[in-house]
C-alpha cells in the first residue's frame, strides 16, 4: 500500500508539540483534518487501538514508545502495516516561539511516500561455525566459556597464534590448531582462514597421552603440547614416542593449512583484518575481556540465514578505471571501507556479500557506472522535493537540508531536539549513509528550493568518507560561487553528541541560497541528474558564466591538444569510456565533446606522442553540446596508387624516424611505408628476387 493511503496518528506528548491542525491538514492536501491524542501510550490508547481497527495501516508520530503502541496494534491486528517516526524530537521541538508547522509538516510529507522499489537481496547462511584466533589463554578461555552461556547454537574451533604455555583442556570438546602467518577472508558463512602450521605437533591429531612429555629429556614439552624451540636440541625422541599416532612432524613446520568457517572472534592485537569496516561475522576486539566478551553475543546472534539489499548496481561499458592495460580512474576502489572492489579487467569487480552500502563509490565515480541504488539518489530527490513543497505549503520559508545516516544520526539529532530543540529551519533527511550523499544530490536539494544543504558525519567515519565529501562540496562551491550564488550553500558538519551538532548548526554562516523551486524528478543516471541540476541553477543565477574552472579532479572538463606532437593515431578515442573523443569518419580528424568527458585521464595516459592534458572546468550554455575538432591533418595518398591512408604527419614521421635504420637502407621498404597495403603486397610480388622482412609488410 501507498503509504498516501495510510492513517495518520499524531499524539501532542502532554500538549508539549504544538500541530496546528488545519495548517498541517492543508499541507498535506488531506480530505479530512488531522486527529491529534494527547497521550497515545496512555489515557488515548484505547482510542487509539479503535482507531487501528478502521483502518489498519497508519503512521504512527511516535518512536518513544512504539513498543507499547505496537503491542496495541497487534491487538488491533495492524501491526504489519504500521510506521512510526519520530515527529517530537526531530520536528515537534525547536526553540521558544518558532514555527515548526513547516518542519512537521515536511517530516509527515516524506512518511506518506511509497518505500523505494525493491531490489535484489544478497544472502547470507550461517551455521554457527565459529573460529576463535588469538594468544591460547584468551582463545581457549572464551571456548570454554562459550558452550555454557551459547550452547549448541556455536560449534567452536580454536587457531593458537601465541603459545603462552597454557594448558590445553582435559577434554577435547572443539579441535585446536596453532599456526603463525594467519590470513582472513570472506564474510558471514564463508571466511576462509589460511595460516602455516607453527609447531611439530599437530593439535588436531595429538591424543594427549603424554608419551612426548615422558619421552623428552630437555623438558621442551609441556601440557600445551608444543615443542619449545628454546629447549629443544633436536634428538627427536618425542617424534620415536608418538610414532604410532603420528602427530609429531618436524618436517611439516610452515606447511600452509586452510580451512572455512561461519565466524571469526579474532582475539589477535593488532586484528588480522585493519580496514574502516570489517565483514559482517567477523569481529577484532583486541585485549580487553569485556570488549571480547560483548563480541561473543554479537557473534551468537549471527547463526541462522540472513539477507540485505544489494545496494549497488555496475555498468562496466561506462567504466573509466583502465583501457588496455592503462590506468585510469581508480577512485571507487580507493573510497570503498569494506575492501569490496577490485580491478578486474579494464572494470572493477564489488563482491556483494562485502559491500555494505555506504555509497561513497558512487558518489565518487565520474561516469555513474557505479551507482547507488537503495535507495536511488532519485528516490531520496523525491523524498526531498515532497518534504520541502510541505514545508512551503506550511508557511515555512527555505530550510536547510540536513542529510544524516539512519542509525546514528537519527539518534543524535534526536537527543538535540530532546535537549535544547533543532534550529526551526533544519529539515533532517535520512539516508543509508551520508557518504552516498553526491553532487547531483545536493544540487537536487538547492534546486528544490533548500536555502543550504549540510552533510552530517559521525568522527569516526573513514577518513577517505570525509574527503569525498569534501571535494564534492569543494566542486559545487566552485559551481555556486562563480554563477553568484553563496558558496556557503553547501557545508559539512561532524558532531558525536548532541550539544556538538546543536553549535555546528548554530555557528555555520547563513546561506543565503535563493532559487525558484525546480519541477524536474531527478533522473536515475548521474550526468544526466547533474544536468538537469545545472541547467536550472544556471537559468536563475545572479551572475552568467560561459566557462566555470573547477579544481582537479572534478568530472567536468575539456581536453587540450598540441597539435604538433599528434599524429591521429586514434589510441585516445579507443581508450575514452565515455566517447568523448571520437574520430573523423573518413577523413583524419579527431572530435571532441565535452558534454561526455568526465577527466578519467585515460586519453592522456593512452597517447604515445604525450599530446594531450586535461582542464577541469564547467563549460556553460549549448558549447558543451557541440562538437568541436580538436586536430585535422592533411591525408598521405599512397604513392602507388593514390589511395588515402594515414595521416602525412604520421608517414613523414615514421620514414623521417627509420631512414637512418640498416633494414631500410635499401630503399625499397622505406618507399613501402608509403603504399597502402594492398599496394605493399603487389610491390613486394614484383621483387620475388629479394627476401621479405617483416618491415616489408
Not at 487501538?49 to 505496537?70: D, F, N, Y
Not at 565459529?130 to 556455536?154: D, H, S, T
Not at 544526466?528 to 579532479?553: M, N, Q, S, Y
Not at 581536453?559 to 574520430?583: F, H
Request: net charge negative; aromatic share 6%; with cysteine.
Amino acid at each position: 500500500m501507498n503509504n498516501a493511503d495510510k492513517a495518520i496518528h499524531l499524539c501532542n506528548c502532554n500538549g508539549t508539540v504544538p500541530f496546528d491542525i488545519t495548517r498541517l491538514t492543508d499541507a498535506l492536501a488531506l480530505d479530512a483534518p488531522l486527529e491529534v491524542g494527547q497521550q497515545l501510550c496512555r489515557r488515548d490508547a484505547h482510542t487509539f487501538a479503535q482507531r487501528l481497527g478502521k483502518a489498519p495501516e497508519a503512521i504512527v508520530g511516535c518512536t518513544q514508545e512504539s513498543a507499547l503502541l505496537r503491542e496495541l496494534a497487534d491487538d488491533a491486528g495492524s501491526a504489519s502495516g504500521v510506521t512510526f517516526i519520530n515527529l517530537r524530537d526531530i520536528a515537534g521541538r525547536s526553540a521558544r516561539g518558532a514555527d515548526v508547522q513547516p518542519a512537521l509538516a515536511a517530516q509527515l510529507a516524506m512518511a506518506r511516500l511509497a518505500e523505494p522499489a525493491p531490489v535484489p537481496a544478497v544472502s547470507y547462511e550461517s551455521a554457527g561455525q565459529l573460529l576463535i584466533i588469538g594468544p591460547a589463554g584468551a582463545a581457549l578461555g572464551w571456548a570454554q566459556r562459550a558452550p555454557q552461556q551459547y550452547g549448541e547454537r556455536l560449534a567452536i574451533n580454536v587457531l593458537i597464534t601465541d603459545n603462552d604455555r597454557t594448558d590445553l583442556p582435559v577434554r577435547r570438546d572443539y579441535p585446536v590448531a596453532s599456526g603463525r602467518n594467519v590470513s582472513v577472508a570472506g564474510w558471514l558463512g564463508a571466511f576462509e582462514v589460511s595460516w602455516q602450521r607453527a609447531n611439530a605437533i599437530d593439535l588436531d591429531a595429538c591424543v594427549r597421552c603424554n608419551a612426548c612429555i615422558d619421552a623428552c629429556p630437555e623438558g621442551a614439552i609441556g601440557y600445551d603440547y608444543q615443542v619449545s624451540a628454546a629447549r629443544c636440541t633436536g634428538h627427536r625422541a618425542c617424534a620415536s614416542a608418538c610414532r604410532d599416532i603420528g602427530a609429531i612432524d618436524f618436517s611439516a613446520v610452515g606447511a600452509p593449512r586452510s580451512e572455512t568457517y561461519d565466524l571469526v572472534l579474532d582475539l589477535s592485537e593488532p586484528a588480522l583484518i585493519r580496514i574502516p569496516h570489517p565483514p559482517q561475522g567477523y569481529l577484532s576486539p583486541g585485549r580487553d575481556p569485556l570488549e571480547q566478551s560483548l563480541a561473543l553475543q554479537q557473534i551468537a546472534a549471527l547463526v541462522g540465514e540472513f539477507e540485505k539489499p544489494k545496494f549497488f548496481t555496475y555498468k562496466p561499458s561506462i567504466c573509466a578505471h583502465s583501457r588496455n592495460s592503462k590506468q585510469g580512474c581508480n577512485q571507487c576502489i580507493d573510497v570503498c571501507s569494506t575492501s569490496a572492489i577490485r580491478a578486474e579487467g579494464d572494470g572493477v569487480f564489488v563482491e556483494p556479500h562485502l559491500c555494505m552500502g555506504c555509497g561513497a563509490c558512487a558518489t565518487v565515480c565520474p561516469t555513474g557506472a557505479m551507482r547507488y541504488a537503495y535507495p536511488s539518489a532519485s528516490d531520496v530527490a523525491l523524498r526531498i522535493k515532497t518534504a520541502l513543497k510541505a514545508w512551503r505549503a506550511a508557511g515555512g520559508r527555505a530550510p536547510r537540508i540536513l542529510f544524516h545516516s539512519e542509525t546514528r544520526g537519527e539518534e543524535l539529532i534526536a537527543l538535540a531536539g530532546r535537549h535544547r530543540g533543532l534550529p526551526a529551519d533544519v529539515l533532517p533527511v535520512a539516508v543509508h549513509d551520508v557518504a552516498s550523499v553526491g553532487l547531483e544530490l545536493m544540487f537536487a536539494a538547492l534546486s528544490y528550493g533548500a536555502a543550504q544543504c549540510v552533510i552530517l558525519s559521525q568522527g569516526d567515519q573513514p577518513d577517505a568518507y570525509g574527503a569525498a565529501t569534501a571535494a564534492q562540496i569543494g566542486i559545487g562551491r566552485s559551481v555556486l560561487e562563480a554563477l553568484g550564488y553563496p558558496a556557503s550553500a553547501l557545508a559539512a558538519v561532524t558532531a558525536d553528541d548532541a550539544a556538538t551538532l546543536t553549535q555546528a548548526l548554530g555557528t555555520l554562516p547563513a546561506a543565503g541560497m535563493s532559487c525558484p523551486p525546480a519541477s524536474f524528478a531527478l533522473p536515475a543516471e548521474k550526468r544526466g541528474a547533474l544536468e538537469f541540476c545545472l541547467e536550472h541553477l544556471v537559468r536563475h543565477a545572479p551572475v552568467k558564466a560561459d566557462t566555470i574552472a573547477l579544481p582537479a579532479g572534478a568530472p567536468f572538463g575539456s581536453v587540450n591538444i598540441d597539435r604538433a606532437a599528434c599524429t591521429l593515431c586514434m589510441s585516445c578515442v579507443g581508450a575514452c569510456p565515455a566517447s568523448a573523443l571520437m574520430d573523423g569518419g573518413e577523413r583524419p580528424a579527431l572530435r571532441f565533446l565535452e558534454r561526455n568527458c568526465v577527466q578519467c585521464g585515460l586519453c592522456v595516459n593512452t597517447c604515445p606522442e604525450n599530446a594531450l592534458s586535461l582542464q577541469p572546468r564547467l563549460l556553460i550554455g549549448d558549447a558543451v553540446r557541440r562538437e568541436r575538432m580538436l586536430n585535422e591533418a592533411e591525408p598521405f595518398h599512397c604513392i602507388r596508387c593514390s589511395a588515402p591512408f594515414g595521416t602525412k604527419q604520421m608517414i613523414d614521421a615514421m620514414t623521417g624516424k627509420l631512414a637512418a635504420h640498416s633494414m631500410f637502407a635499401g630503399g625499397d621498404a622505406l618507399r613501402r611505408l608509403q603504399m597502402c597495403a594492398d599496394c605493399r603486397v603487389i610491390d613486394l610480388m614484383h621483387s620475388p628476387g629479394r627476401e621479405t622482412s617483416v618491415f616489408d609488410l
